[in-house]
Structure formats: structure tokens, C-alpha cells
């Protein structure tokens, strides 16, 4: 797996997840760079913003097709979506139900 798009992914997964409570606030943003760089998300969001939701579903399906990821891969980027869910303290309903939602999407 090329480090870089592993990067993007986990960065786009990341903003998808924040946003589905309609907010990214700042324990979630910081979550998002203790595992980025600024670049990488800033660059990532400014794509991501650009997007509705069935573009957002589309990008996460070829980033999975392209990446080629183990289950080991699929399960560590799940972790990483659940830890910045809990980043504001807060797991929202929401929250929960992407979460559901997402596995689905990620495991096939």
C-alpha cells in the first residue's frame, strides 16, 4: 500500500466521520493532524467540501478499490474512525449509526 494514498483515505474517512453530526470541531480537527499533517487534511477537505454525499460514497469506494486493503488494514483504519468519533467527547447517535453504516461499507 502506497503511504500516501493510505494517508488521504485515512484522512478522508476521518473528515467523513467528524461530519456526521454536521461539525468537525477542534478536538476532532486536532485527532484528524496528531495523525496528519495540516497539508495533507487541508488539501484532503478542500476536496472533501466540494462534495455531496453520493460523491463522498463514490470516493470512499475507489479509495477502498485502489488501496487494496487486508482486513488487518480495513480494521485498523475502523479504529481510527471510532477513536476521532470520541475525540470531542461526545459519540452521538449519529455518530453510531455512520459507524454501523461505515463497517458495512469497509468490510464488504
Known amino acids: 500500500m ?12 476521518l473528515l467523513f466521520a467528524t461530519h456526521a453530526d454536521f461539525e468537525c470541531d477542534a478536538d476532532e480537527r486536532n485527532y484528524i493532524l496528531s495523525k496528519v499533517d495540516e497539508e495533507t487534511l487541508n488539501r484532503v477537505d478542500k476536496i472533501f467540501q466540494k462534495q ?14 485502489q488501496g487494496n486493503y487486508s482486513e488487518a488494514e480495513l480494521d485498523g483504519l475502523i479504529k ?27 468490510k464488504g
Open 80 to 106: 481510527e474512525v471510532v477513536a476521532v468519533c470520541h475525540a470531542d467527547g461526545d459519540y452521538s447517535t449519529m455518530e453510531q449509526n455512520l459507524m454501523i453504516w461505515l463497517k458495512r461499507i469497509l
Open 2 to 13: 502506497n503511504p500516501e494514498y493510505h494517508k488521504d483515505f485515512l484522512t478522508y474517512l
Open 52 to 65: 455531496n454525499d453520493i460523491q463522498r460514497l463514490d470516493r470512499i469506494r475507489a479509495y477502498l478499490k
